[in-house]
T-cell receptor, first 115, second 110 residues
Framework: NAGVMQNPRHLVRRRGQEARLRCSPMKGHSHVYWYRQLPEEGLKFMVYLQKENIIDESGMPKERFSAEFPKEGPSILRIQQVVRGDSAAYFC?????????????FGDGTRLSIL | RKEVEQDPGPFNVPEGATVAFNCTYSNSASQSFFWYRQDCRKEPKLLMSVYSSGNEDGRFTAQLNRASQYISLLIRDSKLSDSATYLCVVSYTGRRALTFGSGTRLQVQP
């Protein structure tokens, strides 16, 4: 019974490169959420997706960031032209359905470091 | 003002002590409440949901006061393994996204 799977665990990029972070939800979960945690800060919501749809992207920066959750395959968080300030831990969570009181289960996260 | 506020700590307590964490939230359109625990920058793990009537899970007791917009977590008989950051988490009506507090750090000492 695999949990939420994220890869890579660690990702190093130089300024200006692209970063692609992947997330496979728990089996049976169709809702995916991305959060970012900056050093010494709490988690901040970025985007909520269901298969092939972005439901809420109110936490996503307007530029350089995009997310998708295709019909087949994992959810992808893509950061173009990375900058030093993008260095953070990016966590993905999933839940089984659309009821607000269902807890979300988190993956191990991807630690992104920008050189 | 932050939507979810917690005392950052750290709380340094001896083994066996009872410790309580408090959390306040500002948005009255709140629906669900949780306590998560996070170890050393690892992923947050659900500790317990918080129900209006209060609930207990072993050594952990959670309370919710909707009128005061206040949530608490009580840990009895602290263990070394309880050392972690405890995150107060709220979800709002109409939004699936979770809103996290910055966390309260607990260090249980031998």
């Amino acid at each position: 019974n695999a949990g939420v799977m994220q890869n890579p665990r660690h990702l190093v990029r130089r300024r200006g490169q692209e970063a692609r972070l992947r997330c496979s939800p728990m089996k049976g979960h169709s809702h995916v959420y991305w959060y970012r945690q900056l050093p010494e800060e709490g988690l901040k919501f970025m985007v909520y997706l269901q298969k092939e749809n972005i439901i809420d992207e109110s936490g996503m920066p307007k530029e350089r960031f995009s997310a998708e959750f295709p019909k087949e395959g994992p959810s992808i968080l893509r950061i173009q032209q990375v900058v030093r300030g993008d260095s953070a831990a990016y966590f993905c969570a999933s839940s089984p359905g659309g009821v607000g009181n269902q807890p979300q289960h988190f993956g191990d996260g991807t630690r992104l470091s920008i050189l | 003002r932050k939507e979810v506020e917690q005392d950052p700590g750290p709380f340094n307590v001896p083994e066996g002590a009872t410790v309580a964490f408090n959390c306040t939230y500002s948005n009255s359109a709140s629906q669900s409440f949780f306590w998560y625990r996070q170890d050393c920058r690892k992923e947050p793990k659900l500790l317990m949901s918080v129900y209006s009537s209060g609930n207990e899970d072993g050594r952990f007791t959670a309370q919710l006061n909707r009128a005061s917009q206040y949530i608490s977590l009580l840990i009895r008989d602290s263990k070394l393994s309880d050392s972690a950051t405890y995150l107060c988490v709220v979800s709002y009506t109409g939004r699936r996204a979770l809103t996290f507090g910055s966390g309260t750090r607990l260090q249980v000492q031998p």
